[in-house]
Every structure is written in structure tokens, then in C-alpha cells.
């Protein structure tokens, strides 16, 4: 992996220990550019098209952050893109705060639009030792992995739908948790103006509350949706065997 963040000064870097490192698949270089702005960073995912052919792709930018308190925190942004023959791009921005106590780690992937393979992607982090359950890029980077991140479908409708859904995608992600099945957050209307975020395992509602803001009970909330869903993975696991006579 090589150092990034040129902007940032050299004592800073050191301090941290931020690392990054791309690979060149396809004659597609995607790349993770950081500068430090006021004291945040700001994360571009960026992509060049070294080939003479137009591409059709899809991108996955995702930050996970862990601060001292051990609190969690995610941003995933995906999304279609074209690419014209030798064609630079900036696909998204993320800003994130991060003091020299927090961990923090960054991919970039980016996919074919057909095969649905990566063909590019790039990573960073820093005091990725901070992290008590690690997320290795290879691990992150494989097909069932990749698989896996895709199947968390975000289909909510407020800022406290997409806050539970960073939540829930973090823990999932942190503590290396996978299923067999689909994963759907939904957000309806509830009495007044008030919204009931529901959890479905595949088209089964499993898990129903209210959309609250406070961060205690979304936590909470998190951790009744990933019980839970574990313990329909675990009934669904008896259910497939069968009974054995």
C-alpha cells in the first residue's frame, strides 16, 4: 500500500498512518483522492478510463469510521456510470470529520455493468487497528463479499431511514456477518406524521418500530435487527435440513 493524503502534512500523516493502494484491472484506474479541509476529510472517488472503448460500470464508495467511544459510523454511495475513451471522472464525494484517535477505512470498487465483476478499486485507512473485528480489503473484496454488500437494500425515505441503514450496514460489515438471503429496510407511514421502519429477510417482515432520531435507540434498534435476522437465518438453516428420521 502507498501513502495519500499529499495534502495533508507530513507530521499529520505519520501520526495517523493513513494508507492506500489501487489496482489497475481492464485499463480502468479507479483512485480514492483525499484532502483535508477545516480539519475533515474530503474523500473523491475518482476513475480514468486509460482504454480506447466506452464503458458501461457501476461504483461502490464506502467509508466506515470508528471514534474513540467506539461509536460506528458509515456512508455507502452507489450508483451507474459511463465512461467515454480516456475520460477522467469524479464519481462522488464523501466528507467525513476524523480526529488522530479514530479509525477509519475507505473502498472504492468498480464493476462491470454486465459481468457485475470489480475490475478496479482502490482502499485506505487509517488506525485500522482500532478496529476490533478487521476488515481486510481482500476479505472486502471478494465475490461473496461483494455479494453480500449488495443484498442490504436501503428503501427507506428520511434522513433517520438512511441513519439506521448506515448503522445496521456497519455492524454488519465490522463484525463480519453474512446471510444467505436477501436483507430490504422499507419505511412507511405510521399515525400522524410519524414513519415505521420495517426489516424484511427476503419478502418476510421480521422486525417493525418506530423511526426515531436518537442515536441511543437507533442502536438498539440495530442490534434487535441483526438478532433477529439471525435468528431467522438459524430457523431458515433447521427449516432447509428437513427431518431426519
Do not use: W
Not at 479541509?37 to 476513475?47: T, W
Not at 475520460?87 to 457485475?116: G, P, Q, R
Not at 441483526?226 to 437465518?233: K, R
Request: hydrophobic content about 40%; charged content about 25%.
Amino acid at each position: 500500500m502507498k501513502n495519500i493524503c499529499k495534502s495533508i502534512s507530513l507530521m499529520f500523516l505519520i501520526f495517523c498512518g493513513i494508507k492506500s493502494h489501487a489496482q489497475d484491472l481492464n485499463k480502468v484506474i479507479a483512485k480514492i483522492e483525499t484532502h483535508d479541509v477545516e480539519g475533515a476529510f474530503n474523500l473523491k472517488a475518482v476513475v480514468q478510463n486509460q482504454s480506447e472503448v466506452f464503458r458501461s460500470l457501476n461504483y461502490i464508495f464506502l467509508a466506515v469510521k470508528k471514534d474513540k467511544g467506539k461509536n460506528m459510523s458509515s456512508s455507502k454511495q452507489e450508483n451507474k456510470f459511463t465512461l467515454l475513451p480516456k475520460e477522467t471522472k469524479v464519481l462522488s464525494e464523501i466528507s467525513i470529520n476524523a480526529n488522530k484517535d479514530d479509525a477509519l477505512k475507505v473502498y472504492l470498487f468498480i464493476k462491470d455493468e454486465k459481468t457485475a465483476k470489480v475490475i478496479a478499486k482502490d482502499s485506505l485507512e487509517m488506525n485500522s487497528k482500532n478496529f476490533k473485528n478487521a476488515v481486510s480489503y481482500e476479505k472486502t473484496t471478494n465475490e461473496e463479499n461483494m455479494m453480500m454488500t449488495s443484498l442490504v437494500i436501503n428503501d427507506s425515505k428520511t434522513r433517520i431511514g438512511d441513519e439506521f441503514y448506515r448503522k445496521l450496514f456497519s455492524v454488519l460489515m465490522l463484525n463480519d456477518i453474512k446471510f444467505g438471503f436477501r436483507v430490504r429496510i422499507a419505511e412507511l407511514p405510521s399515525t400522524g406524521t410519524n414513519m415505521m421502519l420495517q426489516i424484511f429477510a427476503n419478502d418476510e417482515n421480521i422486525l417493525s418500530f418506530m423511526a426515531r432520531p436518537e442515536d441511543d435507540y437507533l442502536d438498539d434498534a440495530v442490534q434487535q435487527t441483526v438478532a433477529g435476522l439471525i435468528a431467522y437465518d438459524h430457523d431458515r438453516q433447521v427449516n432447509d435440513k428437513g427431518f431426519i428420521y
